[in-house]
Each structure stands twice: as structure tokens, then as C-alpha cells.
């Protein structure tokens, strides 16, 4: 895997793991501040909704209090079948029937279970009583039970059977002055309308509901919840507020929340609140107690339409953004200030240990990767100069080796390779030009004798003085050097046959002569041949040494130059 990739793969795990940690961090943040702010919205709620409950039943509640306390109707309600009270009595129920707002009402009388009923279309007037009351029934069970009760003031819903009707009755006990129970009044609203007003208010994501004392559903948008005619059922069939909820926990909790607001006993704005899930959304509860009407108001607060997941998209779009943006720019970046560098730089080793010291540009960013290339250069450069320098000093010892290779280390002249070498060449030349060359063999003349009398010291001054004195009988581009022993050999080039016998014989008599005054005479023989193109080198050499043997036999001292016609030497 690529540097690029490791650097891009890592940049973006690192980014993950921090976004994600701030995504953990801000989901308990804002479930902290959802969950405060919630229980703050839900306690108003709470109030607000009790508060549009009470304010709508208020009125009502209290003109059923009047009525219940109406002397004309308590007189009556003692004695039901005096004409001139009934009368008196249906009409004072008429005048109240006009101040309720549903213009309905109702009396039931507990001495002979009469049933007194007149509607907003005073439908029944003039015919008030509708029915006997039937212990016996359980559609008038409500009323015999609120009587053993005893209960002043209750709120009911219910549906009248015989009047066809189901309405969100008011019913207060009337009690004569021995504070007896003769009777009961009240008046019922419409449970549709009131459903609307109080409970369908269209808040989005709020629900509001009312449950009576023993938490069976009374007042709930969704009618198949409400517990109708509550009072008369025992308890387990009631339709509960638990049934809302589908964990026992959940259950516990709002069953727990309302005992605990039934021990403070309605304190004044006391709401309790608490989590719970409805159909599969976490909703907050709020419960509030009404004592004025016996009633718990519960407030279910949507969390979810607090605070919608969809606002989270934009978030979550934020984060791929930044994502997608800190990528490119990271990977620009490291691109830029590391990747290149560092690529620019690795081709630069490979070229280098190729041994090739010509670097191409190399960015050099301002960081620890440009101050690296900035040094790599510069060594770069040193090594350049010092393999340059080396490469120089290397060439000027193998030529100085070449050279010393190919000299005599005791004359200084030419040794025997140095003179195969230059005898090779003028081979060449001469065939190339068609032109030959002279060549002179010498040697000194009982070399052995004088080592053996003056000692090798003294041998080795005289070879020197001979090749000091053979450089100096020759011209300058001639070549002399020295074959091996005491034997000398000269290559004269450009040459003829006279020449070559004036050299010949120049060196000859230069070596006698200047030998003279050293004190220590000696002569030297000289053989000489003049070489022709197409001659090898073992002609050359066997030739010179015919004639140097020539010299020899004829007494030493002498110049014998080869012939070159008939290969006969003679004396020059
Ligand atoms: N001092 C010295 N002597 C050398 C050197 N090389 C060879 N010699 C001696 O040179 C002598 C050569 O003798 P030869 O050439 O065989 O014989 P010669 O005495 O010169 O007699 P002719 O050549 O017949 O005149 C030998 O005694 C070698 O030991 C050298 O480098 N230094």
C-alpha cells in the first residue's frame, strides 16, 4: 500500500473516530438539554392544558353547584309530588338550563328515582321527566353508586342509553338540611366538541389526556381508549392509562407518578414527569393533579417532534462535507508538502546510485522533508566533487603507473615494454606509409668483467652514464631505451640508411669518448638494421642481433649495420 494511501486511509480514520466521539459527545448533550428542556415544556404543558380544562369546566361546575343547592329544587327533591313545587321546580331547572353552555341539564330525584332531562332544542319541554331510575339497571348504576359514594361533585363520561346520547357529565349531589342525599343535578357536554377543544388541539407531537381519580382514561383523542361509564365498573376492567404503554416498566412508572401526585394531595402546580415509549418513540410524561375536579392531566411530549431527526440531516451533511472537504485539502497538503517531495527525492537516491550526480528539481517545502532534500543536495554535490577529484587523482596514477611501467627504473629510459611498444607502432606506421625505420641494438662491450673488478655499484654508474650518454648521441624524437642487462636499443624514426649509420656510429664513438673521462673507459658494440614495412618484430630483433654479433666478432668497439638488400652486414 502506497504512503498516500496510508496517510488518506489514517487521515480518515482519525477523522471518523473524532467525529464520531463528537457525535457520541453531542447526542448527550442534547439528549441532557432535550431532556431538561422537555420536562420544562411538559410541566407548562401540563399547567396549560389543566388550566384550559378547568377554565372550560369552571363555569359549568359551578352553576351545577347552584343548582344543586337551589331551595326550590331541595324542597321539591323532599317532596317530589307536590304539583305546585314541580312546577316551580322545572322551572327554576329551565332557567338553569339557559345559563349552561351545552343548554342542557339534568335532575334526578333519589326518593323516587325520577330522571328530569331538557336539551338545547328544548326538546322535551313540558315533558322534563324522561325516566324512573332502576336500581336494578346497570345503564342507571351511575347514580345509585355516586350516591353510596357520596361523592359532592363528579365528572362522568358517559352515554345516555335512553336519551342517545354521550356527553361528559357534571353531577353534584343535592343534599337537604340534614345534609341527606335527595338528589342529584348537573348538566353534560358534548364529548365530541370537547374532545376537539380540550384534548384534538392539533399541538404536533403533543398528546393530552385526562384521567379521573382511579386513572381510567376519561377524556383521550382516540375514543376507543376512553373508559365510558368508569364508575360503574369494577376494578381490572377499567380502561387504565397504563394500556397506553406497552412495557411494564413504562406502566409502572405512570401508575407510580400518579399515587405519588395522589400523596401530595393536588399541591398546588405539583407536576411529575418521567420517559416513556410509545409506539416505539420516547415520549416525556407529564401528570399533574386536579384536585378541583378529581382528575389527573396527563401531557405526552413527542421527543422526536421536539426535536426531529431530520433536523440531524443537515448535521450529518455538515460532517460528509467537512469529511470530503478536510480529505482533499489533507490529501492536497501531503500531497504537496510531503508526498512529492519525498517521490521527487527517492527518484533522486535511485538516479544517484546509478552514479549519476545530474539531480533533477526536487521541491523542497518549508519543513523537516525540504531541509532533508537541502541536505541530500548538498551531499549530492560533495559527492560529486570528491568522486570527481578521486576519478581525477585515479587517472593520474594509472598514468603515472603506465608510465613507470614502461621505463627503465635505473637509466630512466625506455625498459623493454616501453620499447615493444613504440617498435609495434612504427611497425604499424611503417606499413601504413610504406616507409621503414632504423634500429640500433648495443651492447657494452665485457660488461661482466668490469661488474666483477669494480663491483655491480660501480656496473650500474656505467649503465647509467651509457643511457645518458646514448639520449645524448640521438635526436630528440628518437627513441632510446634500455632491453634488459647491458644491452641498449635506439628506434630511429624518421630514418634512412645513412642516417642510421651516422647515428650508429655517433653513438659508438660518443660512448668511448665520454667513457674516457670518467676514468673508467668503456666501449660499446653496435649492431644496427634498417627496417622495412611489412617486417615483424621478430625479423627486427633477429636481425639487429645478427648484426650486433657482427660487431662482437669483429672485435668489439664496432658499428655493424645490417644490409638491408642482402642481409649481410657491415662494418659502417
Ligand atoms: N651492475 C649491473 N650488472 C648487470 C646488470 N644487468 C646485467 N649485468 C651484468 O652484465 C653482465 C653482462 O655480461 P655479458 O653481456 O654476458 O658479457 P660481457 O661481459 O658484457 O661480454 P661481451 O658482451 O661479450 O662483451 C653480466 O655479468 C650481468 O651480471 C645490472 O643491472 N647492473
Not at 508538502?337 to 539531480?359: H, S
Not at 533533477?360 to 522533508?369: A, F, G, Q, R, S
Not at 615493444?420 to 640500433?440: H, M, P
Amino acid at each position: 500500500m502506497s504512503l498516500k494511501t496510508r496517510l488518506l486511509g489514517l487521515a480518515s480514520l482519525l477523522i471518523i473516530i473524532s467525529a464520531s466521539a463528537s457525535w457520541m459527545a453531542y447526542r448527550e448533550l442534547s439528549a441532557d438539554i432535550i431532556e431538561r428542556w422537555g420536562k420544562q415544556v411538559t410541566e407548562i404543558q401540563v399547567r396549560y392544558d389543566s388550566a384550559r380544562l378547568l377554565q372550560s369546566l369552571e363555569r359549568e361546575i359551578g352553576l351545577a353547584g347552584q343548582m344543586a343547592q337551589s331551595s326550590t329544587l331541595i324542597q321539591w327533591a323532599v317532596d317530589p309530588d307536590n304539583p305546585a313545587l314541580t312546577t316551580g321546580a322545572i322551572r327554576q331547572m329551565e332557567s338553569f338550563r339557559n345559563n349552561f353552555r351545552d343548554n342542557s341539564y339534568f335532575v334526578a330525584l333519589r326518593s323516587n328515582g325520577h330522571y328530569y332531562y331538557n336539551n338545547a332544542d328544548n326538546q322535551y319541554a313540558g315533558d322534563q321527566f324522561r325516566y324512573v331510575l332502576d336500581p336494578e339497571k346497570p345503564d342507571d348504576a351511575w347514580f345509585f353508586q355516586l350516591i353510596d359514594e357520596g361523592r359532592d361533585f363528579h365528572l362522568n363520561v358517559n352515554p345516555d342509553q335512553e336519551l342517545g346520547v354521550t356527553k361528559l357529565w357534571i353531577d353534584v349531589l343535592m343534599r337537604d338540611n340534614n345534609n341527606d342525599i335527595i338528589g342529584m343535578v348537573g348538566t353534560g357536554l358534548n364529548l365530541d366538541t370537547f374532545l376537539q377543544d380540550i384534548v384534538d388541539i392539533g399541538q404536533d407531537g403533543i398528546t393530552t389526556l385526562f384521567v379521573d381519580y382511579n386513572g381510567a382514561i376519561q377524556l383521550y383523542r382516540d375514543r376507543n381508549y376512553i373508559d365510558f361509564a368508569s364508575i360503574i365498573k369494577p376494578e381490572g376492567q377499567k380502561n387504565t392509562v397504563d394500556l397506553l404503554f406497552e412495557s411494564r416498566q413504562d406502566k409502572q412508572q405512570i401508575l407510580g407518578m400518579l399515587q405519588m401526585l395522589k400523596q401530595r394531595n393536588g399541591e398546588d402546580g405539583a407536576v411529575e414527569s418521567g420517559f416513556v415509549t410509545i409506539d416505539g418513540r420516547k415520549h416525556l410524561a407529564g401528570v399533574a393533579f386536579l384536585p378541583a375536579i378529581g382528575w389527573f392531566e396527563i401531557t405526552l411530549l413527542d421527543l422526536n417532534a421536539l426535536v426531529p431527526t431530520s433536523y440531524l440531516w443537515p448535521l450529518v451533511t455538515v460532517f460528509l462535507v467537512t469529511l470530503l472537504v478536510s480529505l482533499v485539502v489533507f490529501h492536497l497538503i501531503i500531497q504537496s508538502r510531503i508526498l512529492n517531495p519525498v517521490l521527487g527525492l527517492e527518484a533522486a537516491v535511485t538516479r544517484l546510485r546509478e552514479g549519476r550526480f545530474d539531480l533533477p528539481y526536487l521541491p523542497k517545502p518549508d519543513n523537516e522533508i525540504g531541509r532533508l532534500v537541502d541536505h541530500f543536495e548538498k551531499m549530492t554535490a560533495t559527492m560529486r566533487d570528491t568522486t570527481a577529484e578521486l576519478e581525477r587523482k585515479v587517472a593520474q596514477r594509472t598514468e603515472e603507473l603506465h608510465r613507470l611501467a614502461r621505463v627503465d627504473a635505473l637509466t630512466g629510459l625506455k625498459n623493454r615494454r616501453g620499447l615493444d611498444e613504440v617498435i609495434a607502432q612504427e611497425i604499424q606506421r611503417a606499413e601504413r606509409e610504406n616507409k621503414g625505420f632504423g634500429l640500433i641494438w648495443l651492447d657494452i662491450d665485457h660488461f661482466k668483467s668490469i661488474n666483477d673488478s669494480r663491483g655491480h655499484q660501480a656496473g650500474d654508474d656505467i649503465l647509467c652514464r651509457v643511457a645518458l650518454w646514448l639520449k645524448a648521441a640521438v635526436r630528440p624524437y628518437d627513441h632510446p631505451g634500455r632491453w634488459g642487462g647491458d644491452e641498449f636499443v635506439v628506434l630511429l624514426s624518421p630514418c634512412d640508411q645513412d642516417t642510421l649509420e651516422q647515428v650508429a656510429g655517433r653513438v659508438c664513438a660518443s660512448v668511448e669518448q665520454e667513457s674516457q673521462r670518467t676514468g673508467i673507459p668503456v666501449t660499446v658494440s653496435v649492431g644496427g638494421c634498417f627496417c622495412q614495412p611489412g617486417d615483424d618484430l621478430d625479423t627486427l630483433l633477429r636481425n639487429a642481433d645478427q648484426a650486433l654479433y657482427e660487431a662482437k666478432h669483429k672485435g668489439r668497439n664496432q658499428v655493424c649495420i645490417l644490409d638491408a638488400s642482402d642481409k649481410e652486414s657491415h662494418p659502417a
